[in-house]
Nanobody
Framework: QVQLVESGGGLVQAGGSLRLSCTAS???????MGWFRQAPGKEREFVAA????????DYADSVKDRFTISRDNAKNTVYLQMNSLKPEDTAVYYC???????????????WGQGTQVTVSS
């Protein structure tokens, strides 16, 4: 069993930055880690993913060049550095883990509870 706990969300002005963290208990080092988000009234969407070794990364077009995903396997933690934030980035952000590398599929085995990110204009 894997438990994922996100942190780092909050309120920020447009153009600002936040760094989200997701710490896992249990198996971590061999899993793909992904970040998804869900805005009110919208479906959950893929944001970014990183494979177990960190050599493969994938980003949604809407966040490419603004967000950076990274991981520290020694700390069982994955990060999402979010820069140049926009109001449309406002959402609950979830981390998730899965085996294999199918980053954009939402068929992840484990999900966190989510952390709210609000970007004011």
């Amino acid at each position: 069993q894997v438990q994922l706990v996100e942190s780092g969300g909050g309120l920020v002005q447009a153009g600002g930055s936040l760094r989200l963290s997701c710490t896992a208990s249990g198996r971590f080092g061999t899993y793909t880690m992904g970040w998804f988000r869900q805005a009110p009234g919208k479906e959950r969407e893929f944001v970014a993913a990183i494979n177990w070794g960190g050599g493969l990364k994938d980003y949604a077009d809407s966040v490419k060049d603004r967000f950076t995903i990274s991981r520290d396997n020694a700390k069982n933690t994955v990060y999402l550095q979010m820069n140049s934030l926009k109001p449309e980035d406002t959402a609950v952000y979830y981390c998730a883990s899965k085996s294999g590398w199918t980053p954009r599929s939402n068929l992840y085995n484990y999900w966190g509870q989510g952390t709210q990110v609000t970007v004011s204009s």
